[in-house]
């Protein structure tokens, strides 16, 4: 079991997305099965490469859907409760934070699968090399740039239970109730608002920065509702960041991540897209 949770925590971080991961692991046991693992220098490794190599196919035949994705592309998100089990620990680990799948998916495929497979998995550029069809010398340099392409990104946000309640709850009544002052003092300055809607849904086309255009979006949304706020929803670890799974007017089930440092939100990371939460039918509370 806990090879499995290392090979979709690689799959996840390659492809940011959960029904990819699921089928790419599937495929990767399948043809594990047609081998004698006693032929095999190391099972992890070989599994890791065919996984990767699945990733990457994966990732190639996406390219073109991507460039005409709508609006704000996100993870496809991974919700787990306050306390998840063994089995699924390594959905709140902060190797699959939204910030870091974003990160990460600037890299080019190739670049961020030499990356994950050195840094996270400690493999010999000679193997890397041949999962990703390049020589070593060039997986080193893809590496290289990838770890200075990180660097410059923040560190994740503190996502612990007891710290993030209260200003996780004072967010919900703040954003529900339309309170414009309050969803100021709530924000850092530096704050992004993401929402992605994937153009099937509404969400907002562009990334929002600055906490008093984020501050004004969630006031507004506040004034059109026009119903009286809702209570506190159950609070779900998504990615590792505390959040909320919600059904909103017009029947749009969405993810409401938030990413906090210190004792302000720094992020909010909303999915809508419904094929992005197909697996999530069973985490639902109504709004309206």
Not at 31 to 59: I, K, M, Y
């Amino acid at each position: 079991m806990s090879e499995r949770r290392r090979l979709a925590g690689l799959a996840y971080r390659m492809t940011g997305s959960v029904a990819e991961t699921e089928d790419i692991l599937q495929q990767a046991w399948i043809r594990f099965a047609d081998q004698d693992p006693a032929q095999l220098d190391s099972v992890p490794r070989w599994l890791g490469a065919v996984v990767t190599r699945l990733c990457l196919d994966f990732l190639k035949s996406a390219r073109v859907r991507r460039e005409t994705y709508v609006g704000a592309w996100l993870p496809e998100p991974l919700v787990a409760g306050r306390a998840p089990d063994a089995e699924r620990s390594w959905i709140v680990s902060e190797d699959v934070s939204i910030a870091l799948i974003l990160t990460l998916d600037r890299l080019s495929p190739e670049m961020r699968a030499a990356f994950l497979l050195r840094d996270a998995f400690d493999y010999p550029f000679d193997d890397i090399a041949r999962v990703v069809g390049r020589s070593p010398e060039t997986c080193r340099q893809l590496v290289s740039r990838a770890r200075k392409r990180l660097v410059g990104s923040e560190p994740p946000p503190d996502g612990a239970p007891d710290h993030s309640l209260p200003i996780v709850t004072a967010f919900w009544h703040a954003c529900r109730s339309g309170d414009l002052q309050g969803l100021i003092d709530l924000f850092a300055e530096e704050i992004e608002v993401h929402t992605d809607g994937g153009g099937k849904v509404p969400a907002a086309i562009n990334v929002l920065r600055g906490r008093r255009r984020a501050a004004g979006l969630f006031a507004g949304l506040a004034r059109k509702a026009a119903f009286p706020p809702p209570p506190v929803p159950s609070l779900y670890r998504i990615n590792g960041a505390p959040g909320f799974v919600t059904r909103e007017p017009g029947n749009v089930l969405q993810t409401t991540a938030i990413g906090i440092r210190g004792d302000r939100i720094v992020a909010v990371w909303i999915v809508r897209n419904p094929d992005k939460l197909r697996h999530l039918a069973g985490l639902v509370e109504g709004v309206a």
